[in-house]
């Protein structure tokens, strides 16, 4: 992957803001102050090959709604695989 661009990162910020509507259950209001004071947002922008996209946005919605309250809440049936939902629509993009 090259150089990310910053629409890359608004894109996918409004993909996790998104999963954190769906399926966080949480307003558009709380799912963007969620990420705001997530450290996501330094996660390495503007280097290539960024850690921010190795994982799907629906995977860093569960973690700031998750990781908190449980560091394993990936091995979680009800969090983790993604709901088919998801994976139909984010696998076609």
Known sequence: MGKIEQKDYHL??????????KYGNLDPISARKIIENSTLLNLGENHEDNLLFHESPYYWAMFLLND????????????WPPPDDYQE???TK
């Open 89 to 91: 629509t984010w696998l």
């Open 12 to 21: 996918f910020f409004e993909e996790i803001s998104l999963c954190l509507i």
């Open 68 to 79: 908190n309250l449980d560091h394993y809440w990936y091995k979680n049936p009800l969090l």
